[in-house]
C-alpha cells in the first residue's frame, strides 16, 4: 500500500477536511396549490396533501 513521502502539516489537513464539513440550507418551496408555508422540496405539502399536481396524502382539517 502505498504511503506519503512526507508528513502531511496539520493546516494542509485541516484545510482539505473544512471543505468536507460545509453545510447547505436545505432547499425550501411554497405550494403551487395552496401557496401555505415552505417546505421541503420534493415532499407532499402538509398543509394540503398534494405533491406535482395531484393529492398523495389526505389531511385532516384543522381546528
Known amino acids: 500500500m502505498p504511503t506519503p ?3 502531511v502539516t496539520r ?3 485541516r ?4 471543505s468536507n464539513s460545509v453545510l447547505s440550507v436545505p432547499q ?3 405550494c403551487p ?3 401555505q408555508a ?4 420534493h415532499h407532499a405539502c402538509p398543509q394540503c396533501g398534494f405533491y406535482k399536481g395531484r393529492q398523495v ?3 385532516k382539517a384543522r381546528r
Open 5 to 7: 513521502k512526507r508528513k
Open 11 to 13: 493546516s494542509r489537513r
Open 15 to 18: 484545510k482539505r477536511q473544512a
Open 28 to 30: 425550501v418551496s411554497t
Open 33 to 35: 396549490q395552496c401557496g
Open 38 to 41: 415552505p417546505f421541503a422540496t
Open 57 to 59: 396524502i389526505t389531511v
